[in-house]
């Protein structure tokens, strides 16, 4: 079955860049029917979606306008996973950190188990 | 950007009752339409996607329903391990923006 395992710091200095890693397994990042995703939690923000980078004919990326400056969101083929990079954080960039596959069922049906990222 | 409104915040019924948990969206959803779960220390988990489908697992007893601004999830008979928190969440076919809804805490009374 598919699964997403993540990696990555839980603390992070304010002004530095937030760097997660989200491995697939079951899946492939260069899949044509998928879409894979990072979205973050907080009490104060609620589930935001950050981004997305997808391979059709060409890899593409769709942000947030919230965090568009500052996001990255890149796949690795031959490791068959994807990162996040938020550059200039700060404290309100506090939150658990999923990332999750956007399928063919129009829905985020596989989902990383969460890192928890503090800013401090 | 759509923003999804959920009501109640908190929902507080007995086993084996009747759960309706609704949706609202400042302007109608002409994308994509989901419902999660999700319980403490845990990712989301997919129950409903285009707004009455439910996802590979899930019980009979979680339904969806709904278009355009007002959209429903109802559980038809509580069990034990429903009580959670349940989150809406919908996309605009382009630009693909996600949103979710605040959430709505199922509480054991």
């Known amino acids: 079955q598919v699964q997403l395992q993540q990696s990555g710091p839980g603390l992070v200095k304010p002004s530095q860049t937030l760097s997660l890693t989200c491995v697939i397994s079951g899946d492939s990042v260069s899949s044509n029917g998928a879409t894979w995703n990072w979205i973050r939690q907080s009490p104060s923000r609620g589930l935001e979606w950050l981004g997305r980078t997808y391979y059709r004919s060409a890899w593409e990326n769709n942000y947030a306008g919230s965090v568009e400056s500052r996001i990255t969101v890149k796949a690795d083929t031959p490791k068959n996973q994807f990162s996040l990079q938020l550059n200039s954080v700060t404290p309100e960039d506090t939150a658990v950190y999923y990332c999750a596959r956007w399928s063919d069922r129009n829905s985020f049906d596989i989902w990383g188990q969460g890192t928890m990222v503090t800013v401090s | 950007e759509i923003v999804l409104t959920q009501s109640p915040a908190t929902l507080s019924l007995s086993p084996g009752e009747r759960a309706t948990l609704s949706c609202r969206a400042s302007?109608?959803?002409?994308?994509?339409f989901a419902w999660y779960q999700q319980k403490p220390g845990q990712a989301p988990r997919l129950l409903i996607y285009d707004a009455s489908k439910r996802a590979t697992g899930i019980p009979a007893r979680f339904s969806g329903s709904g278009s355009g601004t007002d959209f429903t999830l109802t559980i038809s008979s509580l069990e034990p391990e429903d009580f959670a928190v349940y989150y809406c969440q919908q996309r605009n076919r382009w630009p693909p923006v996600h949103t979710f809804g605040q959430g709505t805490k199922l509480e054991i009374k």
């Open positions: 302007q109608s959803v002409s994308g994509y």
